[in-house]
């Protein structure tokens, strides 16, 4: 999507599909309420150590996909929930379980870095449903 003087507005997914953008309405349903570990990115599209950590959060989605969800928040344009968090600057990591902060993490990083903060968090393997594990 563009927007005003032809500049890209974020959409709800990334280029890969794996990261979703979430907003003040869906945080709740997609951040606290899930089942599995997210980490959350607070950034803004001006920053630009947030987007040179973008490629990392694709690698960091597509290596643990199943075990955690990556979404992002821009802050500019959810003020409300960034301050809730006490997002001072960005890049912003927090990952959360079960609706609670467990780590936060400031600034651009290594992958190495930050697999080493959430990695105790995540189960081993991805959870098993009843629509993954039914026999044909």
């Known amino acids: 999507m563009f ?5 890209r507005q974020a959409s709800d997914h990334t280029e890969s599909g794996l990261i979703k953008h979430v907003n003040a309405s869906t945080f709740k349903q997609e951040v606290l309420e899930s089942d599995i570990p997210v980490l959350v ?3 803004a599209p001006w920053c630009g150590p947030c987007r ?4 990392i959060l694709e690698d960091i989605a597509r290596e643990y996909q199943g075990r955690l969800k990556v979404v992002k928040l821009n802050t500019d344009e959810n003020p409300i929930t960034a301050n809730a968090y006490g997002i001072q600057g960005i890049p912003t990591l927090i990952l959360f379980t079960r609706g609670f902060a467990r780590e936060r993490l400031v600034g651009l990083m290594p992958k190495q870095h930050i697999m080493a903060k959430i990695l105790p968090y995540l189960p081993a393997e991805a959870p098993t449903t009843a629509a993954n594990t039914e026999t044909v």
């Open 3 to 7: 927007g005003l003087f032809g500049r």
């Open 41 to 43: 990115d607070f950034w």
């Open 52 to 55: 040179m950590l973008a490629p």
